[in-house]
């Protein structure tokens, strides 16, 4: 039976599965999200007035299965890492990222799609 790791060296372990939880958690959220704002800014796409911009094609005009599996596929590539990689201290760095991507995501979902659709869609009503 191998030797039990040093407290020391089971830190990065903690922190790489909490992170890694986050990732998911946080990953499938954005993409249930996205993918149920679809309903709301879909109308706003079909108007021939409004031109939409690369980020709201990507994020609204994608089809909904592509968009959902590129999201599933990810999340099983960041929990196929964990077992992949045995070097616990690249595996945090992975996860924290995985997690300063998610955060770039929501910023771009909410400056490039919502903003402007949701401006649109005050402007329409008025």
Known sequence: MPPSPAPEDRS?????LVILFADVFGYGAFAVHTVLSRRRYR??????????STAVELFVGLPAPV????????????????????RRGVTLRVNVLALVGLAALWWAWSTAVVAP???WILGSKT
């Not at 990065?12 to 790489?16: G, R």
């Not at 108007?47 to 939409?52: G, Q, T, V, W, Y």
Request: aromatic content about 10%; charged content about 20%; hydrophobic content about 65%.
């Open 67 to 86: 968009y959902a599996a590129a999201f599933i596929l990810f999340a099983i590539g960041l929990l196929m890492k964990e077992v992949a990689v045995e």
């Open 43 to 52: 109308p706003v796409l079909d108007d021939p007035m409004f031109e939409p």
């Open 117 to 119: 659709l949701e401006a």
């Open 12 to 16: 990065p372990v903690v922190a790489s």
